[in-house]
C-alpha cells in the first residue's frame, strides 16, 4: 500500500449528505482507479481517471456519483445525497510497472476509505 | 469481456494444514492473472502474479498458484498456514496491457479462516 494515499479512513455520514473521499496516487503517476467494496460483492471497478480527464466510467452509478482528477491536488470521488447503500470501503489505487521488460502494470493500491452511512 | 469466479466464499482450514483456494476466470483474450490478499481493515497487497512463462508461480508468503489454461483455472495454494494468513483472498485477471490503460476484474473473494 505505500504510496498510495487515501483520506479519510473512515467517513460517517447521514443519509442525504455528501461524502468526499480522497485519493493521492503513488508520486509521479497521474493516473488513478477507483473501486468498491461491498460486503459479500468483492471489489468493483467504478471509474478510472487521468489528471483533467475521466478515461473509463463504465462502473460509476449514473446518479449521485462523480469523480475528478484535476491538474493540481488529489483526485476526489464525491457522492452526493448518501443513501445507506452506499456504505462499503472505497479503494484507489495506481497502476506500477512490473518491470522494465514485462510490459505489464500491477495495481497498487491504498488503505482504503469506509464509508458509513447512518 | 473477462471474468472471475471464486466458488468458495469462505474456507476454514486448521493451521500447519494445507490449503487450497480456487479461481477459474473467463476471457475472449489472453490474459494476466493475479492474487491479492486483504488483511481486516487494510488495503489489498499483490500476493502473487501470472504474466508468461513458467505457469508454477510462486508468490510471498509461502503462497503459489498455478495457472491452467485448458481448464481457465488460477488457483492458489500453501502446503501449510499460519494463524497469520486469517485473511481475505482474491483472485483478479486482466487483459496484457500495452502500457496505457489496464482493466482489472476481481473475483468476490474467499475468506481463509485459519484455525488454531
Known amino acids: 500500500n505505500a504510496g498510495v494515499m487515501q483520506n479519510p479512513r473512515h467517513l460517517v455520514r447521514r443519509r442525504g449528505q455528501e461524502a468526499r473521499l480522497r485519493c493521492s496516487p503513488m508520486?509521479?503517476?497521474?493516473?488513478v482507479y477507483w473501486y468498491r467494496q461491498l460486503p459479500e460483492e468483492g471489489l468493483k471497478f467504478m471509474v478510472y481517471?487521468?489528471?483533467?480527464?475521466?478515461?473509463?466510467e463504465s462502473g460509476m452509478p449514473k446518479e449521485r456519483f462523480s469523480a475528478e482528477f484535476p491538474k493540481e491536488g488529489p483526485s476526489i470521488l464525491r457522492i452526493q445525497q448518501v443513501v445507506r447503500g452506499d456504505s462499503a470501503a472505497y479503494f484507489c489505487?495506481?497502476?506500477?510497472?512490473?518491470?522494465?521488460?514485462?510490459?505489464?502494470?500491477?495495481?497498487?493500491f491504498g488503505a482504503g476509505s469506509r464509508l458509513t452511512v447512518l | 469481456a473477462q471474468s472471475v469466479t471464486q466458488l468458495d466464499s469462505q474456507v476454514p482450514v486448521f493451521e500447519e494444514a494445507p490449503v487450497e483456494l480456487r479461481c477459474n476466470y473467463s476471457?475472449?483474450?489472453?490474459?494476466?492473472l493475479f492474487w491479492y490478499v486483504q488483511y481486516p481493515n487494510q488495503g489489498l497487497q499483490l500476493l502473487l502474479k501470472?504474466?508468461?512463462?513458467?505457469?508454477l508461480v510462486k508468490g510471498i508468503n509461502g503462497f503459489e498458484a498455478e495457472f491452467n489454461k485448458s481448464q481457465t483455472s488460477f488457483h492458489l495454494r500453501k502446503p501449510s498456514v499460519h494463524i497469520s494468513d486469517t485473511a481475505e483472498y482474491f483472485c483478479?485477471?486482466?487483459?496484457?496491457?500495452?502500457?496505457?490503460?489496464?482493466?482489472?476484474?476481481f473475483g468476490t473473494g474467499t475468506k481463509l479462516q485459519v484455525i488454531p
Open positions: 476471457s475472449s483474450v489472453s490474459v494476466y
Open positions: 501470472y504474466l508468461s512463462g513458467s505457469t
Open positions: 508520486k509521479g503517476h497521474s493516473h
Open positions: 481517471l487521468q489528471k483533467e480527464n475521466i478515461i473509463d
Open positions: 489505487a495506481s497502476l506500477l510497472r512490473d518491470s522494465p521488460t514485462s510490459g505489464a502494470n500491477v495495481l497498487t
Open positions: 483478479a485477471v486482466s487483459p496484457p496491457s500495452s502500457g496505457g490503460y489496464q482493466k482489472v476484474t
